[in-house]
C-alpha cells in the first residue's frame, strides 16, 4: 500500500508514524509532502508544497498512491479531494465546499442556525461600517461586554479577537478589515458573535458522509505563556483525559452537535468524509459550538493518536471508502498529553536555525514519542530549527499526571538556544 499524507507539521508528523505502526498487515509505504526532517526518519519526504494541488495529484498517479490524508486545511480549502476525486484518486477529505465549514466563519454559523445547532448568536458584517454599526446598535450588550470578532476566513490563527469590551472589539474591526491584520480575502466580511464562558474541549471524529467514530476527546491550550498569558498560537499543548468529558456531557454534545451536524451536511449535499473537529464550548447552558475544522488538529493529533489501538490506515481507507461502518476504532483506556516546545520569538517572529540537542536522549524515556513539527537538517546532518512550533513531545500514562512527567522529563533533555515551553499543560484555571 501507498499511502500520501499532506502537511509538515506535529501533526502529519504523528499522522505518519501512527501509519508505519500498522497493526492489521505490512507496513504501507509512506510519503508526505512536504514534511520536514523527523517525518524524513518515517516516510518518504517529496518536495511538493500542500497547496499544489495538481502537482500532488500528479504525483498520486504517478506513484500509484492508493489513499491520500491531507492533514491541514490548506489543501482542501485548494480544492485537493475534488481534484483528486476527478481523477479517481482515493483521498480521505473533504470537498472545498464541504471544507467552508473550516474556511468561512459566516457559513459555519448559516450552517448551524440551518441546523439547529447550539452555537453562540451572531451578526454577519460585510464592511466595517456595517460591522461597527452592529457593534454600536448593542444587541450584543452595553460598551462594557465582552464581544467576539472573527474574520470570515483561514486566517491562520489569527482571525479571532475575543474583545473584552466594545472599545477593543472596534479596533479589531478596523484592523481586520482595513488594517491588514489578516489576509485581504480573510476580512472582506467579519463574524460577530455573543461572548461564551465556560470550560472548552474539542471533540474529533472520522465521519465516511454516514457512519462516524469518535476519537478521545481532547483540550489544547492556545496562549503561548504559562496562566493562559500572551498572545494566541496554533497551541502550546495538548491532553486526553477522561475529565475532558464526562459521559453526560459527551453524548449530549453527540446528540445536539455530532448527529445534526452529519445530517445537515447530509441535507445541504455536502460530501463530507474526513475528520470533523469540533470546538466546544461547555457553558451552563450546555455546550456549545465555537468552531468547526473540517481535519485534525496541532497538537490534539499527537495526543490522540498515541493512544490509537485500530490501525490508522485501514481508518482512512474506509473514510474514503465509505465503509466506516465495517471498522472497529479501539483506543487505550489511559490518558495523554503532548507539550509543545517552541522556538523563541514564537508566535510572532520565531527564530529559526538553532541547531537541537538531547533529542534521541529524550526520546529514549519511557512512553514518549518525539513528532517533530518544524524542524530541518542542516548540510552537516545536525537537526536544527525551522518554525516556531519546533517538537511535540508526547506521552501516554496510566494518569494524566503520569503521562505529564513523561513529557516534561523528556522535555528537560531538549536543548537549543531560545527554546521555551509552557509547564502548565494539563492544569485549567
Ligand atoms: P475559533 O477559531 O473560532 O475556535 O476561536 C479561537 C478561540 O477563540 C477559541 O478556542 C476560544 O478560546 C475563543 N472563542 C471563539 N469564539 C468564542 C466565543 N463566542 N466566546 C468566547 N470565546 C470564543
Ligand atoms: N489546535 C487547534 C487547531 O489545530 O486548530
Not at 458522509?209 to 483540550?219: E, N, Q, V
Request: glycine fraction near 12%; charged fraction near 25%.
Amino acid at each position: 500500500m501507498n499511502v500520501l499524507v499532506i502537511g509538515s507539521g506535529g501533526r502529519e508528523h504523528a499522522l505518519c508514524r501512527t501509519l508505519a505502526r500498522n497493526s492489521a498487515g505490512p507496513r504501507p509505504r509512506i510519503f508526505c509532502a512536504p514534511g520536514n526532517a523527523g517525518i524524513c526518519e518515517d516516510a518518504v519526504c517529496v518536495h511538493i508544497g500542500a497547496t499544489d494541488v495538481l502537482a500532488l495529484a500528479d504525483f498520486a498517479e504517478r506513484e500509484r498512491i492508493d489513499l491520500t490524508i491531507p492533514g491541514g486545511e490548506s489543501s482542501l480549502a485548494a480544492g485537493l479531494a475534488d481534484e483528486f476525486a476527478r481523477r479517481r484518486l482515493n483521498v480521505a477529505g473533504p470537498t472545498r465546499s464541504a471544507a467552508r465549514l473550516e474556511s468561512s466563519k459566516a457559513f459555519a454559523k448559516e450552517f448551524m442556525l440551518r441546523h439547529r445547532i447550539p452555537t453562540a448568536r451572531y451578526r454577519v458584517a460585510d464592511s466595517s461600517a456595517e460591522a461597527l454599526g452592529i457593534l454600536r446598535g448593542g444587541e450584543f450588550g452595553g460598551s462594557d461586554a465582552p464581544v467576539v470578532v472573527k474574520a470570515d476566513g483561514l486566517a491562520a490563527g489569527k482571525g479571532v479577537v475575543v474583545a473584552k469590551d466594545r472599545a477593543e472589539a472596534e479596533r479589531a474591526v478596523v484592523e481586520m478589515m482595513e488594517g491588514g491584520r489578516v489576509g485581504n480575502e480573510a476580512a472582506g466580511r467579519v463574524v460577530i458573535e455573543e461572548a461564551l464562558a465556560g470550560r472548552e474541549a474539542s471533540l474529533l471524529l472520522w465521519t465516511d458522509g454516514r457512519d462516524y467514530r469518535l476519537m478521545p476527546p481532547a483540550r489544547d491550550h492556545k496562549r503561548v505563556g504559562e496562566g493562559d498569558a500572551g498572545p494566541n498560537t496554533g497551541g502550546m499543548g495538548a491532553i486526553t483525559s477522561p475529565d475532558v468529558l464526562d459521559e453526560e456531557t459527551l453524548a449530549r454534545c453527540v446528540r445536539e452537535i455530532v448527529e445534526p451536524t452529519l445530517e445537515g451536511a447530509r441535507a445541504d449535499g455536502l460530501d463530507f468524509r474526513g475528520v470533523l473537529f469540533v470546538g466546544l464550548m461547555l457553558t451552563g447552558e450546555g455546550p456549545r459550538v465555537l468552531e468547526y475544522n473540517v481535519r485534525f488538529g496541532d497538537p490534539e493529533t499527537q495526543a490522540i493518536l498515541v493512544r490509537l489501538r485500530s490501525d490508522l490506515y485501514s481508518i482512512f481507507d474506509a473514510v474514503a471508502r465509505g465503509r466506516l461502518g465495517e471498522v472497529d476504532v479501539e483506543w487505550s483506556d489511559d490518558a495523554s498529553a503532548c507539550v509543545v516546545l517552541a522556538a523563541r520569538g514564537y508566535p510572532e517572529q520565531p527564530e529559526t536555525g538553532a541547531r537541537i540537542e538531547g533529542l534521541e536522549e529524550a526520546a529514549g524515556v519511557e512512553g514518549v514519542q518525539i513528532f517533530h513539527a518544524g524542524t530541518a537538517r542542516a548540510e552537516d546532518g545536525s537537526v536544527v530549527t525551522a518554525g516556531g512550533r519546533v517538537l511535540g513531545v508526547t506521552a501516554t500514562g496510566a494518569t494524566l499526571s503520569d503521562a505529564l512527567a513523561r513529557c516534561y522529563d523528556s522535555a528537560s533533555r531538549v536543548r537549543w538556544d531560545g527554546l521555551h515551553y509552557r509547564r502548565d499543560i494539563g492544569k485549567f484555571s
